[in-house]
């Protein structure tokens, strides 16, 4: 059982939008910054969004996040195919002392 | 170009020892903290432990501590995981990640360079 929920999975067509939630607590999500990581199967997780809402280098203005109290929010617009992964949320556990991750959302784009 | 590359995953018997490397290039290790998260046949992403800059803190999950133990070499700009009393549990992918780079927060900013992974499987 993961610290952070997260939706199994979620289905979208192509060229639409979707947004995958995390659900914390206030000491995870509601004291400590978000991050989000997709991963291909067989390949290793890539940083997505950081600090709740920022964008690394690189990665196109279609991901977007967000955060409000103790649940984040991470949109992707424009589905493409390319887009089908895992995705995952993290952040800081202060009364754990551990970094926490959601238990990983399965993007479907039919 | 910054990279991450992890060795030392093998097959190792319940009980067993394994030490995984990871070697860093592109970037020097001492300005951040390092992180290993690891992850289960089909199952999602669990970390493991993280060390700072200095070594002078250090912080596992539950369910490795006082079995493992994470190091870093700033000079060899090497991070290391030492496993011991290794369980069939500890079945997975294993990755190394550059961490924050503030001296005193861990996980600021993400996980923002992994590298690809060893395994790691514990049976008899």
């Known amino acids: 059982q993961s610290v952070l929920t997260q939706p199994p999975s979620v289905s979208v067509v192509p060229g639409q939008k979707v947004t995958i939630s995390c659900s914390g607590s206030?000491?995870?999500?509601?004291?400590?910054?978000v991050s989000w990581y997709q991963q291909v199967p067989g390949t290793a997780p890539k940083l997505l969004i950081y600090d709740n809402n920022k964008r690394p280098s690189g990665i196109p203005d279609r991901f977007s996040g967000s955060k409000s109290g103790t649940s984040a929010t991470m949109g992707i617009t424009g589905l493409q195919t390319g887009d089908e992964a895992d995705y995952y949320c993290g952040t800081w556990d202060s009364s754990l002392s551990a970094v926490v991750f959601g238990g990983g959302t399965k993007l479907i784009v039919l | 170009e910054v990279q991450l590359v992890e060795s030392g995953g093998d097959l190792v018997q319940p009980g067993g020892s394994l030490r995984l490397a990871c070697a860093a290039s592109g970037f020097s290790i001492s300005s951040y903290w390092m992180t290993w998260v690891r992850q289960a046949p089909g199952k999602g992403l669990e970390w493991v432990a993280s060390i700072k800059q200095d070594g002078s803190e250090i912080y596992y999950v539950d369910s490795v501590k006082g079995r493992f133990t994470i190091s870093r070499s700033n000079t060899k700009n090497s991070l290391y995981l030492q496993m011991n009393s290794l369980r069939a549990d500890d079945t997975a992918v294993y990755y190394c990640a550059k961490d924050s780079p503030v001296f005193g927060i861990v996980f600021v900013y993400g996980l923002d360079v992994w590298g690809q992974g060893t395994t790691v499987t514990v049976s008899s």
């Open positions: 206030s000491s995870n999500i509601g004291d400590n910054y």
